[in-house]
């Protein structure tokens, strides 16, 4: 298979050597960028048979047999690693990248590290034939592509709930993309979602924060309450040497007292940490200060590699709905540009909103709601059950054996709903229930997405339609009476779930791990779940 799309790069086919050259002269040379002296035979194609006994001298590569078959009858089994000066330094490229992985979030060490450290490193001698050479080299991009450009498979993925389409990786297409354009190797932002390598830069910037010693915890009792501005005491101190740590306050006074400028610093921290812009610092607040800076390196770890299964084209697509379920955000982004952001609340954790995708087509105006089945048998029918008239009190009707609330104002689904058809039955609605926005934690649903800005969300999806004028979009929702309206071109729907995010500014923002999904994802890429890769090397 030959899916590359994703990488927005045309996969150009390059065959390093002719089929027709031959030689049996064996050549001493030698190559400057690397090792240094190499003895090669110049012969530019080799046994197949070959690949047969090296992977019974190195089982614990067996994982990439196949894609290294598919790889080198691409290249009727030519050489892609040598020229005539020796290994090229593309190769060395690539190793500096496998010996530099940990900076991807990368949790692991290529299986033969000592054979590959012999095949770069002057003062260690390699014992591997031409061949062995060639092939060690093959798989040691192998891993680095499927640790960095590709993430965990398909089927374990999945298994983390996560039903987003997962991109698709062709090695031998990003092989030969990549030496085709060798730079590709260093930026990258063609194969990957911008929003990896931002991150990557905070795991570097929190791993030096850990390196000078992280940020001390904060103690304030267990019958504090909270501190206000003008309030004195010892552990204001530590507030302020904490934040000073990580930025949020530039200049440390050292001072105990709740200041202006800690005022300022500690606004900026809840902004960055989703949660409401207050001055009283509270127990809650505290909390969140006292995560110590290993956390903060395992959650970036955690959301890279959600990161490299999305495809980078999704963000220059000419439209999209992208809902991150941590954040209780939704926004529309056209040409890479984010246009309309709204909060959203999300579902509660026995009632999760299911990480997918789908296409907009429809919004529904003065909906119905049809009550699930679920509902109708937990709250609907023991409500009937002890009040004859609960129906009527509820605006609902019994209509072809189901239950429905008619359209309203006190519909659950509020005045508006967004459909994108889906077998989850998840879909974005308005909601009655507003107070519910003002909440730092939004999780109340049971599954689908409530959306705190409706009215606008359909005027900016509707905005090139001349017939839905603000005007009318609003007497729609009004009106009481049910109306569909197919939207002219579908629209993507993204559900995601991200713990950390940079934004425009470059501000690194955390946000509650509210299915708890994290742990678990970063046990898998550590190796300590069950029919994982075990990890001979962890570094933070």
Request: hydrophobic share 40%; with cysteine.
């Amino acid at each position: 298979m030959k899916l590359i799309s994703f990488f927005g790069i045309l996969s150009i086919v390059v065959l390093l050597f002719s089929c027709s050259q031959k030689t049996t002269e064996h050549v001493p040379v030698f190559n400057p960028d690397l090792k240094g002296s190499i003895n090669v035979h110049s012969k530019v194609a080799f046994d197949s048979t070959l690949v047969d006994s090296f992977y019974k001298s190195f089982p614990e590569l067996e994982k990439f047999e196949e894609d290294v078959r598919i790889i080198y009858r691409g290249y009727k089994y030519h050489e892609i690693w040598f020229d005539a000066r020796g290994v090229i330094e593309f190769a060395g490229s690539v190793y500096r990248k496998v010996k530099g992985i940990a900076s991807e979030g990368v949790y692991g060490v290529f299986p033969y590290s000592d054979k590959i450290d012999a095949i770069f490193e002057e003062e260690i001698e390699n014992n591997l034939t031409q061949v062995e050479t060639e092939l060690m080299i093959t798989n040691m991009f192998l891993f680095y592509a499927e640790k960095v450009y590709k993430g965990i498979d398909d089927k374990t993925a999945a298994a983390t709930e996560w039903l987003l389409p997962k991109k698709q990786v062709s090695y031998e297409n990003l092989l030969d993309t990549l030496i085709q354009n060798t730079g590709l190797l260093a930026i990258n932002d063609s194969v990957l979602f911008n929003q990896y390598y931002k991150l990557r830069d905070y795991l570097q910037y929190f791993r030096d924060i850990q390196q000078n010693g992280g940020w001390d915890s904060i103690y304030v009792g267990p019958k504090f309450k909270s501190f206000k501005p003008g309030d004195s005491a010892n552990a204001i101190v530590q507030i302020r040497n904490r934040l000073f740590v990580t930025g949020e306050i530039k200049e440390n006074n050292k001072s105990n007292l709740y200041d202006d400028s800690l005022l300022v610093a500690v606004n900026r921290f809840q902004r960055k940490n989703l949660r409401k812009v207050q001055s009283a610092i509270t127990p809650d607040l505290i909390k969140r200060m006292n995560m110590p800076v290993s956390e903060y390196i395992k959650k970036i770890a955690v959301n890279m590699e959600r990161w490299r299964w999305i495809s980078p084209e999704m963000a220059n697509a000419s439209e999209y709905v992208f809902v991150n379920i941590p954040s209780y955000l939704l926004q529309i982004n056209r040409n890479g540009v984010k246009v309309f952001e709204s909060p959203v609340v999300v579902g509660k954790i026995m009632s999760k909103t299911v990480i997918f995708s789908g296409n907009m087509s429809f919004i529904v105006f003065s909906p119905y709601w049809n009550v699930p089945t679920s509902i109708l048998k937990s709250e609907v029918l023991p409500g009937i059950n002890k009040d004859k008239n609960y129906l009527a009190k509820h605006n609902m009707e019994w209509y072809n054996g189901q239950v429905r609330q008619k359209p309203g104002k006190n519909n659950s689904l509020g005045l508006v709903k967004f459909l994108f058809p889906n077998s989850n039955n998840i879909y974005l609605h308005d909601t009655p229930s507003k107070s519910l926005f003002e909440k730092d934690s939004r999780a109340f649903s049971h599954g689908c997405i409530r959306v705190g800005r409706p009215k606008d969300l359909a005027i900016e999806l509707l905005k090139n339609d001349s017939i839905w004028t603000p005007a009318k979009i609003d007497a729609a929702m009004r009106a009481g009476k049910e109306e569909w309206v197919q939207l002219k071109q579908k629209i993507p729907v993204y559900i995601g779930y991200f713990t950390c995010f940079v934004n425009e500014q470059k501000e690194f923002h955390m946000f509650e791990d509210i299915y708890k999904m994290d742990d678990r994802l970063f046990d898998i890429l550590i190796g300590k779940e069950e029919g994982t890769e075990t990890i001979a090397s962890v570094k933070n």
